[in-house]
């Protein structure tokens, strides 16, 4: 399949998996509603930057030098993804961080660092991504991994004991969905390194494949399964 | 008045309305305090947008094909605008929200949801703006419609069924305003869809002037009306 088709494919993936979130999520509780809606629109933010990469507007064409010089010469830079990602992997995380703290009152610091944090790793990201300059590109990538150590930092410490406090199945929850999350986003770095947004050692339609792989399972398939848990934690709520 | 004209006096007077909200607006309780300073920063966001575009830099050239050329080729696209309702209109949303659920607990749900409708509703409007190819032009303006119905369904069906569980005075203030509201908002894809950036059927001057006077109602006129409201209201609270 070309590179378009794949996109399309993906667009009408995320618009039917959100919608399907949307429409079938519970709203018992104030925070069931909060999952459902969260969950919902993270899909359907992605279709429309899957939309403008399919239709050839959320790219553009950039120079690639290098010493192998295994390409022509350029490459495709999808800039959609970063601004998908922009939108979308805040709210993931504000997700995840309403189901750590259930019941307990919300820790709005570990909240705001949590997004902040991520709002840093993928704008630097996006530089990454953007730059020409081999040394400029590498150091972005560097700092938006140390940002990325932050957005863990936050998962597995500040959260964590937060969620101490919380019903043991509340905990069993919290505890499996920020494995799969963190295990999930651990791969995109290692994607996009070898992507032509980095190394480019894979060809475009090959980063297009293994990213909407990755973006299906962290919004789509970890979405229903949040959405899923969340039910079974309100159904003994109530 | 040339266009140029026109932005430099809606800076006035958004700057004039912004200032005015916010230095005559009450602050007796948090709920009153919260209204005053977002229908206060409001216009002053907007004061910042239409500087830019006065100054000629919130603007670029694009190329604008069609059939009948009935101009030269070329329209101004003003992005600004949407730089400033990505932030603005979020702001006036969660002003109503708050006035929907004025006593009661807020449904972080209802709230959440509106906002990322409405941000997802400007983002695709951008890209209508944006666009050079017609058919991708109108499929961004049907999606971008699409999630100002999902605004319309948070005003309401989700803030209106929490509304009522507020006093009489709450409900009636809550219900003008959400009227109000929706019928600013509905003209602006009305004009947005005759402008340059849509089919082009008026001129750059006549579709600024349109838009200026919605700006004004929509943010000005609007916010003080709200918090004259907020402040009656506020009275009864007291
Ligand atoms: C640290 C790091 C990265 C991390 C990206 C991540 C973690 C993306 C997650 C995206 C998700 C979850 C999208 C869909 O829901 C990049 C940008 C690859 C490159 C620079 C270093
Ligand atoms: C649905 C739709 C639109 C709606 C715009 C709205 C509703 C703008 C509201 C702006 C306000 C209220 C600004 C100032 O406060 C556009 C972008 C015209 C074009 C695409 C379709």
Redesign the interface.
Known sequence: MSASGWLWLTTAIMLIGGLGILLTGK?RT?A???????HG?VP??AA?SY??MA?G?GAVILPFHTAAAPIDGTRIFYFARY?DWA?TTP?LLVSLAYTAMHAGSKRTGAIVGIVLADVVMIVTSFFFGASEIPSLKWIWFLISCVAFIGVYYVIWVSLMQANHEERDDVQTVYRRNAMILSVIWLIYPLVLLVSPDGLYVVSDTAAIVFILILDVAAKVVYGFMSIASDTKITDRDL
Do not use: M, P, S
């Open positions: 709203r104030k069931e509603e909060l999952q459902t809606v969260l629109i359907i933010i429309c939309f403008a239709t507007q601004i939108f709210l």
